[in-house]
């Protein structure tokens, strides 16, 4: 009986699994550094999207402000992994900004502001 019933379990894991979608994304996005704002000795990057006003993200990271402050262009590139599990729950990683594909942070987060209208993730 536990054997089947093993089977079953790892079929029905292997099934949702397969239906999740996940897909690239590019942005582009908006920044500000707040050097009084710290996690850590970590100053606060705090990034925007154009096309989705009220969504943005936060990094605590220098080397990520370091590099956006050496590429001075006010508006960047941030491609995002997303992904949409079979019941409609999406998450999403950050995976480049500004041509950067790793940086250490300290802490990230992500959030809404006002009643925005649409999503970068839908």
């Not at 990057?45 to 262009?73: C, R, T, W």
């Amino acid at each position: 009986m536990i054997r089947p019933l093993f089977i079953m379990l790892l079929l029905s894991g292997t099934a949702c699994s397969m239906l999740e979608q996940t897909k690239s994304q590019q942005f582009r996005m908006t920044w500000k550094i707040n050097p009084a704002d710290k996690n850590g000795d970590n100053s606060l990057v705090e990034l925007s999207f154009v096309d989705f006003p009220g969504h943005f993200i936060g990094e605590y990271s220098n080397q990520l402000a370091d590099h956006l402050m050496n590429e001075a262009k006010e508006v960047v590139p941030a491609t995002f992994e997303i992904t949409r599990d079979a019941f409609g729950n999406v998450s999403y990683s950050v995976r480049e900004i500004a041509g950067l594909k790793q940086w250490q942070a300290s802490f990230s987060y992500g959030g809404v502001s006002g009643s925005p209208e649409g999503s970068p993730f839908e």
